[in-house]
């Protein structure tokens, strides 16, 4: 969690290799302790700091990755919505809204769930 926030910080100042460090810090433990699902969101948090720096392909591995990692709906929902974002930031408009629909429809079908 500590090495998580401090990613979280070095976002904030847009220290972004930083950040990418700690994260990658964050997952090693988490892995450690079998925390899959907290594994693929720092994974998203990686891929988070590579759009910022408008890093797209990069980006897109690591929030595919995460996508890998886990079954958990709300994660996978978070992946597709950080995937069609991407692909919108880079205008590739068509994959953009697949993506962002496959995110909306997953968070439509949870809620539906509860």
Known sequence: ??????????????????ARKK???AIDCL???????????RLLDIGKTYYST?????????????LKET???????AANQEIGINY?????YDSAEF????????DVLRVQRY
């Open 71 to 77: 079954k958990d709906s709300a994660l996978t929902g």
């Open 31 to 41: 892995n450690k302790i079998g925390k899959t699902i907290e594994v693929s969101y």
């Open 1 to 18: 969690k500590i090495y998580s926030d401090m990613g979280e910080v070095c976002v904030w100042q847009s220290e972004y290799p930083e």
């Open 88 to 92: 919108l930031s880079a205008r590739l």
């Open 54 to 66: 408008k890093n797209y392909k990069k980006a897109e591995q690591y929030f595919r990755m995460a």
């Open 23 to 25: 994260y990658q810090l």
């Open 99 to 106: 993506y962002l629909r496959k995110s909306f429809i997953l």
